[in-house]
Structures are given as C-alpha cells and as structure tokens.
C-alpha cells in the first residue's frame, strides 16, 4: 500500500456495499461524505454502510464530512449526525480567518464533540490568514478548485506547495484535492497530465490525495483509486529526502527531538548496511503526537502505531505512513514498557504488516509511566 493516504468521496455512483468494500480494498484510507450534496438521511445511511465494509473487510478507514458553509442553523444539524455517527473529520468550507474556526468549536463543544478539524483553503482571504488559521485548525485541505476562481489559476501550484510546505513544518496533515483524475469519470485511464499531478502532489510530500467526482458519480471509481495507489507507490520511492534545511523543522518537545532521531538512525542505517532490512517503525502511542512528528520527515517506511485509543486508530488514516493498529489487550495506554509488553507489541506488528524472521524495525515508545504520552525510547529491534 502507498504511504500517502487516498481519500475517496462517496455519491450515487458509489454508494452500495460491494463498491464501497471494493473501495476500501483498492486503497481508500478515508471516506469523504459532501454535505452539499443529497440530504443528511442519505449521508446517515451511506455512513452505515461505510461501517459495515469496514467490519467487513476487516481494515481500518476513516470517516470524513465536509461541510459546505457555516450557517448557524444548517451547521447544528450537521454537527448532530457528525456526533450521532462519531466520524472521524469534518472540513470546513469557506474559511476567511481563524475566527471562523473558533466559532466552529464553539457549537461544537455544545454538544460535546471534538471532530478533527480540516480547514478548507479556497478563498484569498484563506490565503492571507492562514498562518493563524493553521495554528488552530487540526489539519489543511487544499481546495484546489474553488481556489483556483479565487486567484489567478497559474498561481495555484506555488500555494499548493507553499502550504504542504507549512504543514509538513508543523507537523498538521495536509490534503491536496480537486480535479487529480477528473477524466476518469468517463474513462478507464487517465491523461497524462493528469498523472502528473498527482505525481507533482507526491513530489510536495502531502499527507492525502482526494478523489471528488471520480469516485462520487464516476463510471470507474475503483480504477481510480487503484491508479492512485500505482502513481503515489512509484513516486514515494524515486523522490528525495525531504529537504531539512529548506523546511526549518522545529523541536520543541521531547517527543519531536526522539522523532528525529529515529528517522536519522533509518537514514544512516541505508549508508552503513549493504542490505538494508529495517522494514518499519514501530510506534507505541496514547495520542498519535510521536507517530505526527515522525510522519512529518516522510520516511520511505511504514509507522505501525500501536495504540488502544479506539479514536485515535480511525484518526491515523489521515497521516502519511501511518498503519494504524489497534491494541485491545490494553484496558488502557499508560503500561509501564518491559520486555514481555514489548514482545506482545513486536508479535502486533509482525502480524498485521507481515514482517518476517531477521527483518528490524525501529521501536519507538515510553518506558516511564511518569511521563505519559512523552516517547524516550528507539530500541532496534529484530524479528524473530
């Protein structure tokens, strides 16, 4: 599976069962559901559905409402089927400044809902705030579309860049969206310059790429998400690095300092062994913090989170590399690391990513129960 995550947006032409399944087995890691269109009784079934494939095919897949506007009374309603269905993230359309957001999570908090929050950026205003909007939203979506009538069209490549650019700074997922495949709502392939784009999204290291009407009233919406996964595979292994110096990473926290060096015993590690066999990282987390700071270096290597926060497995689906697995044996998160817990976690990981005897991994976990949720810990590890 490609380390980039792929959105798919579910209509008429997607909405039963089997396609839905098929989706999720083509490599969609989250379903966007467009509060624009259809009514919320259809969205509420369609979620259901949703539900349902998952139980199905046995894997994890996120759960996305984009909300059209911000009108007070339209807003609640939609609120009260996001909180019913307990999806996973909502973004908001029409952003102009963080106030918008702010108001947001006020109506929100009424209910007591705490959604992911991905701000759409598609109008000047965006653009001209969006420092402080990106400083309160959870996560970014470049809205290419309604961007690109908002501002000159040739300028929409360089904010696209710029923005993954910051997100990547900051650790927060990005989603670059509109109009990647558009042609193969009707055809079985691609142009190809379609294929570049997608591939130039890859290059920019975004956390997601989005299908809109290729998968929502599209003739072949699985092809579409399997031509996803072949472009973002390829480009994911021939890009470079990502550029350090360029992105100014900062690190503040323990948790992003220990990140780091994991990342850096990998990048060493393809110099000074003639056959690389580190397969993975492998991440131990209550709150997803060590797998985002990881995530946000775009290692060439899967990040197996391990964790029994139920929520926060569905949430994962949105950050690059992230495979997360969800450990119910734990009552809670806060267990003190000892060699036994860690064998259990190695034993997780092996099965659900098929990792074989003599490949390593780099562990990546808290062994103090003081300091919860604080990663201390890279244990080379083995497979045995």
């Not at 996001?82 to 952003?95: H, Q, R």
């Not at 109009?179 to 997608?198: G, I």
Request: glycine share 4%; net charge positive; aromatic share 8%.
């Amino acid at each position: 599976m490609a380390l980039t995550k792929i959105i798919a947006t579910i209509g008429p032409g997607s909405e039963d069962l089997s396609t839905i399944s098929n989706l999720i087995k083509a490599g969609a890691n989250v379903f966007r559901l467009n509060l624009k269109h259809n009514n919320l009784d259809w969205h509420q079934n369609v979620i259901k559905k949703i539900k349902k494939a998952i139980i199905e095919t046995k894997t994890t897949v996120g759960i996305l409402l984009d909300f059209p506007d911000l009108n007070f009374q339209p807003t609640l309603r939609r609120l009260s089927l996001a909180t019913k269905e307990e999806v996973d993230f909502i973004a908001l359309s029409l952003i102009k400044t963080k106030k918008d957001i702010e108001n947001f999570k006020k109506w929100a908090q009424k209910i007591s809902f705490s959604p992911t929050i991905l701000a759409k950026i598609e109008t000047k205003e965006s653009l001209k705030n969006f420092d402080s909007i990106l400083d309160i939203a959870d996560g970014i979506m470049v809205a290419r579309g309604d961007l690109g009538e908002a501002i000159p069209i040739e300028e929409v490549p360089y904010y696209q860049k710029e923005i993954i650019k910051k997100c990547i700074q900051k650790g927060k997922p990005v989603v670059t969206a509109t109009q990647m495949l558009l042609s193969m709502v009707n055809n079985q392939k691609p142009t190809r310059a379609e294929v570049s784009d997608v591939a130039n999204a890859i290059l920019d290291y975004t956390d997601a790429i989005m299908l809109s009407e290729e998968t929502a009233i599209g003739k072949y919406p699985i092809e579409a998400v399997k031509t996803m996964q072949r472009i973002a595979q390829f480009w994911e292994q021939k890009r470079p690095a990502v550029p350090e110096i360029e992105l100014n990473f900062e690190f503040k926290d323990q948790n992003s300092m220990l990140s780091y060096s994991a990342y850096q015993l990998w990048r060493s590690s393809l110099s000074f062994y003639q056959e690389n066999n580190i397969k993975a990282f492998v991440a131990v987390t209550e709150d997803g913090t060590n797998v985002k700071m990881l995530s946000r270096f775009r290692p060439n290597l899967p990040i197996l989170s391990i964790t029994c926060n139920k929520k926060l497995v569905d949430q994962l689906c949105l950050i690059y590399g992230a495979h997360p697995i969800y450990f119910k044996e734990y009552k809670n998160c806060h267990l003190k690391r000892n060699l036994n817990e860690i064998k259990k976690e190695i034993l997780l990981a092996k099965k659900y990513y098929n990792l074989k005897k003599g490949d390593k991994v780099i562990f990546l976990y808290s062994e103090n129960i003081e300091k919860l949720g604080k990663a201390n810990v890279i244990r080379m590890q083995e497979i045995i």
